[in-house]
């Protein structure tokens, strides 16, 4: 069967699911072949948003659900119109509480580049909760770990377990106390930072607190600022999360008659509404949260 379809000169959009018409975008429309494609994937049935279709000799699937269903993380780029397909990297399994070996040396191999590389992400433990966050190299092509007279790449030794990566953050810390090294903090006390002698070592928190965000391990006395404006365009805002927390505890604990609830209540619904479009939530996130925030509230309204 054939349907006339729009779909962008450049494909992009539409393969990920959307496709806008829009004249701007250069669309046309085209005769494309429906055949009930079906797509297998390790023996199982992909089920997808869009279906699948034929034009000019050339089978068309739609490349997020076919990318993840393969293990890779999709992205797209409305301003360039790219598609980026990556291999995610590998994720450890990490207990903030356990201590390891603390004899090592690290050295690092600059890139020149003021880029970040992701290198692992970390399921940390800590007492009852498991927090996650990833391993950045900054600046780096590479970095390695000499344990008991062995060098190998640092990530290769935190796979195997080698060294633990709290262990990375102690060493800094026995470091400053015997003037090896500098430490500073970061934006509002969002992150440390450990300048040593040959790399630095910066943890960033979320908002929250204690709730790890990221780890980075970089050249010497790189600035974190500048890190942080290039990834981090919130940093430091809280989540919408953590204003709903906010305003709830407010209205619970603090404010003591009906007028000031009901003008905190009102206040956070604004703020709430404010923060999603910080953070670009879609309006059918937006709808829940607020309808949560309002059911919780509802009882001390009253």
């Not at 009906?258 to 009102?266: A, D, G, S």
């Given at each position: 069967?054939?349907?006339?379809?729009?779909?962008?000169?450049?494909?992009?959009?539409?393969?990920?699911?959307?496709?806008?018409?829009?004249?701007e975008?250069?669309?046309?429309?085209?005769?494309a072949?429906?055949?009930?494609?079906?797509?297998?994937?390790?023996?199982?049935q992909?089920?997808?948003?869009?279906?699948?279709f034929?034009?000019?000799?050339?089978?068309?699937l739609?490349?997020?659900?076919?990318?993840e269903?393969v293990?890779?993380?999709?992205?797209?780029?409305?301003d360039t119109?790219t598609?980026?397909?990556?291999?995610?990297?590998?994720?450890?399994?990490?207990?903030?509480d356990?201590?390891?070996?603390?004899?090592?040396?690290?050295?690092i191999?600059?890139s020149?580049?003021?880029?970040?590389?992701?290198?692992?992400r970390?399921?940390?433990?800590?007492?009852?909760?498991t927090k996650?966050?990833?391993l950045?190299?900054?600046g780096?092509?590479?970095?390695?770990?000499?344990?008991?007279?062995?060098?190998?790449?640092?990530?290769?030794?935190?796979?195997e377990?080698?060294?633990?990566?709290m262990?990375?953050?102690?060493?800094?810390m026995?470091?400053?106390?015997?003037?090896n090294?500098?430490?500073?903090?970061?934006?509002?006390?969002?992150?440390t930072?450990?300048?040593?002698?040959?790399?630095t070592?910066?943890?960033?928190?979320?908002?929250?607190?204690?709730?790890?965000?990221?780890?980075?391990?970089g050249?010497p006395k790189?600035?974190?600022?500048e890190?942080i404006?290039?990834?981090?365009?919130?940093?430091?805002?809280?989540?919408v999360?953590?204003?709903?927390?906010?305003?709830?505890?407010?209205?619970?604990?603090w404010?003591n008659?009906?007028?000031?609830k009901?003008?905190?209540?009102?206040?956070?619904?604004s703020k709430?509404?404010e923060?999603?479009?910080?953070y670009?939530?879609?309006?059918?996130?937006?709808?829940?949260?607020?309808?949560?925030?309002?059911?919780?509230?509802?009882?001390?309204?009253?």
């Amino acid at each position: 069967m054939k349907k006339n379809v729009f779909v962008l000169s450049l494909l992009g959009a539409m393969v990920l699911g959307t496709c806008p018409v829009s004249a701007e975008d250069g669309t046309r429309e085209i005769s494309a072949a429906f055949r009930d494609i079906k797509i297998i994937v390790d023996g199982k049935q992909l089920s997808t948003p869009a279906e699948p279709f034929i034009y000019n000799g050339t089978t068309y699937l739609p490349v997020r659900a076919v990318g993840e269903a393969v293990g890779k993380e999709v992205a797209w780029d409305n301003d360039t119109k790219t598609v980026t397909l990556t291999t995610p990297p590998p994720t450890i399994e990490a207990d903030r509480d356990i201590t390891g070996n603390l004899d090592f040396e690290i050295s690092i191999t600059p890139s020149g580049k003021k880029e970040r590389t992701e290198i692992l992400r970390v399921n940390e433990k800590s007492g009852n909760e498991t927090k996650s966050y990833s391993l950045y190299y900054y600046g780096l092509s590479d970095v390695s770990i000499t344990i008991d007279g062995e060098t190998l790449p640092l990530a290769q030794a935190l796979q195997e377990e080698k060294v633990l990566l709290m262990d990375i953050l102690r060493k800094c810390m026995i470091e400053e106390k015997n003037g090896n090294a500098t430490v500073s903090a970061t934006r509002g006390d969002g992150g440390t930072s450990f300048w040593c002698k040959d790399y630095t070592i910066m943890q960033l928190y979320a908002m929250t607190g204690e709730t790890p965000q990221d780890l980075y391990i970089g050249f010497p006395k790189m600035k974190m600022n500048e890190l942080i404006d290039s990834y981090y365009p919130l940093f430091g805002c809280p989540t919408v999360e953590w204003i709903v927390e906010y305003y709830i505890n407010n209205i619970a604990y603090w404010k003591n008659t009906p007028e000031q609830k009901q003008e905190t209540f009102e206040e956070g619904l604004s703020k709430i509404e404010e923060t999603a479009r910080l953070y670009e939530l879609s309006d059918e996130e937006l709808q829940e949260t607020l309808q949560k925030y309002k059911e919780t509230c509802k009882m001390y309204l009253q």
